[in-house]
């Protein structure tokens, strides 16, 4: 077994890996057929999540580089984890769409698809033949979705673009990290998740529309906006007050206290006041109540400027007790508190195993793997993990057979290199 990164050019060698399972009856989004052009990571996270409520997310990749994602992180015996994930509820097909016998391919896909989401450089599929125009006349109701770090348009449209340029450059760094320190990047993908969240919203948004025009159009999505939208209203501060949000630590402006609070037994958790009820329980609590009667203690604002006072008589309560004392306190005083969890914690909680949100998926590589459950839960139309990451190439027989091409056909594309 092995626990390193791996390339994703050299899958390990293995035995035929049986197809995947019959759809989901219950999904709402069953016949829904998309088409994931897209790598690393927004385009794919967005389609996964499309897959998860039942619609066939058909993933497309180079037949001599698969999608990067298939060799981030930790491997099991030479096999990428990240990507079972992030390949879920998705048939895995080749096609190299720069050449002649896959570009006609994907446009025959395309003709009976309902949505593609991409993530080139603008400009790209169109020097394949592959643009908005060539696309919707094969099909006017396709709804075409652009994930691009900038944008189809303006003087950044051409630059490479991940997650970790939106991250900085929409002011989120520039207020994350203590306050002489310098400006902090999250250690995951937070950018690409989010516009993951902003693309698939997107597309049902335009899925919407057709219902009504009868028509498909172009989603632009360019990684910069969403993590904008998500900041707070820093754009509007500015622009009223000449506000420009400091660094804080784990403080806030807006209220106290805020933090994180070590225990007694070496843990952390984190305590929250946004309310003025729970801000006056939690000073009960740590024996300070005199504090509620000072003047500032009246609104958050006044409470932030008082954050050095705040925070003294709470942590040093919180360093005196357990992290299971302090909980059990916190949780009878129906005062705002959680443990600050790593994964291990996660998987452990009796709340996160009430909802359900890690669970386990038969992989056939694998075995058993457990992965976070889908994203939200519906009464009457649930989502479902179907399959996990499927091998690189492992459906495109059985896709293009459903496009009419019978077995010598797919051997003369696989000759040609475009398959």
């Known amino acids: 077994m092995t626990t390193t990164p791996h390339s994703p050019t050299a899958p390990p060698a293995a035995g035929p890996v049986p197809a995947p399972p019959a759809q989901a009856p219950q999904g709402p989004l069953r016949g ?17 999540m499309l897959g998860d409520f039942g619609a066939d997310v058909v993933k497309v990749e180079h037949p001599r580089k698969p999608d990067p994602s298939r060799g981030h992180g930790p491997a099991k015996d030479g096999i990428g984890l990240w990507w079972k994930v992030l390949g879920r509820n998705k048939r895995a097909i080749t096609l190299d769409l720069s050449s002649p016998g896959g570009r006609d391919t994907l446009l025959a896909l395309a003709a009976d698809a309902d949505v593609i989401v991409e993530n080139f450089r603008p400009g790209t599929l169109e020097r394949w033949g592959l643009g908005w125009e060539e696309l919707s006349t094969v099909n006017p109701r396709l709804v075409l979705a652009r994930v691009t770090g900038f944008g ?3 003087p950044y449209a051409h630059r490479p673009g991940f997650g970790t340029l939106a991250e900085a450059m929409s002011g989120f760094a520039a207020i994350t990290g203590e306050p002489e320190g310098p400006p902090t990047l999250p250690p995951f993908g937070l950018a690409d998740s989010i516009a993951a969240l902003a693309t698939a919203y997107a597309v049902m948004t335009a899925l919407t529309a057709r219902t009504t025009t009868g ?80 003047p500032w203690f009246a609104d958050g604002a006044g409470r932030a400027e008082h954050a050095d006072v705040l925070d003294e008589a709470v942590g040093s309560w919180i360093a005196r ?8 306190a916190f949780e009878k005083a129906e005062a705002a508190i959680a443990p600050v969890y790593d994964v291990r914690d996660v998987v452990t909680d009796p709340q996160y195993q009430a909802l359900g949100t890690v669970t386990e998926v038969r992989d056939p590589e694998l075995g058993p793997i457990k992965m976070q459950n889908v994203l939200f839960r519906l009464s009457e139309t649930p989502g479902a993990i179907r399959w996990p990451g499927r091998p690189h ?3 495109t027989a059985a896709v293009l057979a459903e496009l009419g091409l019978t077995p010598a056909e797919i051997d003369a594309l696989r000759d040609q290199g475009a398959v």
């Open 321 to 328: 007790r357990t992290r299971d004392d302090v909980m059990a």
């Open 32 to 48: 829904l057929r998309v088409l994931d052009l897209a790598t690393l990571f927004a385009g794919p996270l967005a389609a996964m």
């Open 215 to 294: 028509r498909g159009q172009v989603v632009d999505m360019a990684i910069i906006e969403p993590m904008l939208a998500v900041i707070g209203p820093h754009p509007l501060w500015y622009d009223q007050l000449g506000y420009v949000q400091p660094r804080t630590g784990n403080r806030s402006r807006n209220n106290a206290p805020r933090n994180t609070y070590r225990t007694s037994d070496g843990s952390w958790v984190a305590v929250s006041t946004s309310a003025q009820s729970i801000a006056e329980r939690v000073l009960r609590l740590v024996g300070r109540p005199e504090l509620i009667d000072e």
């Open 393 to 395: 190439g492992a459906d």
């Open 152 to 154: 189809q348009f303006g």
